[in-house]
Nanobody, 126 residues
C-alpha cells in the first residue's frame, strides 16, 4: 500500500522554527516530484512548496518564501519542510503529496498531486 505519513507538527510561538517530515512507504518516491500544502479551518487547501524529482527545482508560495525550505532524502524516502520565523497565519494542517507520475517537474497545483498524507497540525501562537 502506497502511503505518506507526516509528522513534526506542534504548537509553537511566533518566530519559532520547526521541521516537518513526510515518510513514504509502499514504493520509492525518489522519481516523483513532491510538495507541501496546507489547509486552515474554513479555507481551501493551498500550495506551500514543491520540489522536482531530481531536487534541483523548488517552488514556494509568496507567503513562505525566504522562511520555509523544502528538501528530500531519497535514501530515507523522506520529504522535509523546514519552517522558520513562523507566524500565526501559518497555522494550518500541513499535508505532503506526491505527483501523479514519475519524472515530472515540480508543480503548485493541488490537482497535479494524487498521493496524499493524512496531515499534521501546526499551530502558531502570537
Amino acid at each position: 500500500q502506497v502511503q505518506l505519513v507526516e509528522s513534526g507538527g506542534r504548537l509553537v510561538q511566533a518566530g519559532d522554527s520547526l521541521r516537518l517530515s513526510c515518510v513514504g512507504s509502499g514504493r520509492t518516491f525518489k522519481t516523483y516530484a513532491m510538495g507541501w500544502f496546507r489547509q486552515a479551518p474554513g479555507k481551501e487547501r493551498q500550495f506551500v512548496a514543491s520540489i522536482s524529482w531530481i531536487g534541483e527545482t523548488k517552488y514556494y508560495a509568496e507567503a513562505v518564501k525566504g522562511r520555509f525550505t523544502i528538501s528530500k532524502d531519497d535514501i530515507k524516502n523522506t520529504l522535509y519542510l523546514e519552517m522558520g520565523n513562523v507566524k500565526p497565519d501559518d497555522t494550518a494542517v500541513y499535508y505532503c503529496a506526491a505527483r501523479d507520475q514519475e519524472y515530472l517537474v515540480a508543480s503548485m497545483k493541488v490537482s497535479d498531486f494524487t498521493v496524499w498524507g493524512q496531515g499534521t497540525q501546526v499551530t502558531v501562537s502570537a
